[in-house]
């Protein structure tokens, strides 16, 4: 079964500056990864996805993600957040075969800092 | 985006009281699930449904139970509410499985005391 591992419950980054939240998958078939961000008080929304193909994946509101086979991680980038990015995001998987359940990391708490 | 609401927001019970929570959503997605998000553990499934009727467990069903009696309605039931069930419970739902978007409610904070 699929299983990701955020290796960060928080990271504060000032404002204009880049970031990186990780986020790391293992399985034995192939996967479907996601993003999903929650603001506070709010429920989770998709951010990003990869299926297949592009290993290069563009989101909403600026983050991008890239996805690597051979280190089985799909780390979340920025190149310069905003006050508005402070919220809580979490990394998720499922595996393409049989059915499939979608599970998600233990979450990333991001402090953007005036 | 996908409509999906949760009621009650809020709810405070007693140990041992059976409470019930319930998700409605509007876009005729087949498949609905329960999560509980806490503190150092993410969002784990409880259960989830894919079609009416039609459900199964998750990692952490254990004190437990769900209905779908409709396409809309999914159901969560805490049989004996416990204090370790304190925690917020997000409903989702998405037109198939795996690939697709999950559309998530805005939660329900559940004290049990």
């Known amino acids: 079964a699929q299983s990701v591992t955020q290796l960060d419950s928080q990271v504060p980054v000032f404002e204009e500056a880049p970031v990186e939240l990780r986020c790391n998958y293992s399985?034995?078939?192939?996967?479907?990864l996601f993003w999903y961000v929650q603001y506070p008080n709010q429920g989770l929304q998709l951010l990003l996805k990869?299926?297949?193909?592009?290993?290069l994946v563009k989101g909403i509101n600026g983050f991008e993600a890239e996805f690597n086979k051979s280190q089985t991680s799909f780390h979340l980038r920025k190149p310069s957040v905003h006050i508005s990015d402070t919220a809580e995001y979490f990394c998720a998987g499922a595996d393409s075969g049989g059915y499939q359940k979608v599970t998600f990391g233990t979450g990333t708490k991001l402090q953007v800092i005036p | 985006d996908a409509g999906i609401t949760q009621s009650p927001r809020h709810k405070v019970t007693e140990t041992g009281t059976p409470v019930t929570l319930r998700c409605h959503q509007t876009e005729n997605h087949r498949y609905m699930y329960w999560y509980r998000q806490d503190p150092g553990h993410g969002l784990r499934l409880i259960h989830y449904?894919?079609?009416?009727?039609?459900?199964d467990k998750g990692e952490v069903s254990d004190g437990y139970s769900v209905s779908r009696s409709k396409t809309e309605d999914f159901l969560l039931t805490l049989e004996s509410a416990t204090s370790s069930q304190t925690s917020v419970y997000f409903c989702?739902?998405?037109?198939?499985?795996?690939?697709?978007?999950?559309?998530f409610g805005s939660g329900t904070q559940l004290s049990v005391l």
């Open positions: 990869y299926l297949s193909g592009s290993t």
């Open positions: 399985s034995s078939v192939s996967v479907y």
């Open positions: 449904s894919y079609g009416v009727k039609d459900t």
């Open positions: 989702a739902s998405s037109y198939g499985q795996g690939e697709e978007k999950l559309f």
